[in-house]
């Protein structure tokens, strides 16, 4: 192989890779997700929770939590789950003062898909202080 055809492979390849690492690192999502909205809900009922993202991912799809329904349909562009953008937290759209408030939100969420999954006899915890542990 010839210089310049080296040098152009070389060129390319580090290009690739570039594009591969920027891509993977804009979609990259922490593995574990602190869910402490204490604020939300006025006083303290019950321990936050430590989400294994990583492991739901593997389990479902994006949309089967991360929604913004419009006639009944989820319309939400999968391009906007971006670490950091403020508007795919749940509490964006569910708050005291919507009809599904956020401690609603997250357990009919949460509950619904991990009651079904044990039904399907899949693992799925079931219980409080399964997602809530107390110290």
Known sequence: MNSLKKRIYISVTFVFFAIVFVFSTSYAQPENILINNVK?????????????????????ECTACHHKYEDGENILDEGELEEGNEEILCSSC???????????????????CHVQSAKEGQPATQFCADCHPRK
């Open 40 to 60: 939300a809900y006025h006083k303290k009922q019950r321990p936050p929770v430590n989400f294994n993202h990583e492991l739901h991912m593997e389990a479902s």
């Open 94 to 112: 569910h708050s005291d003062k919507t009809k599904i408030n956020l401690q609603k939100a997250y357990h009919r969420q949460c509950m619904g």
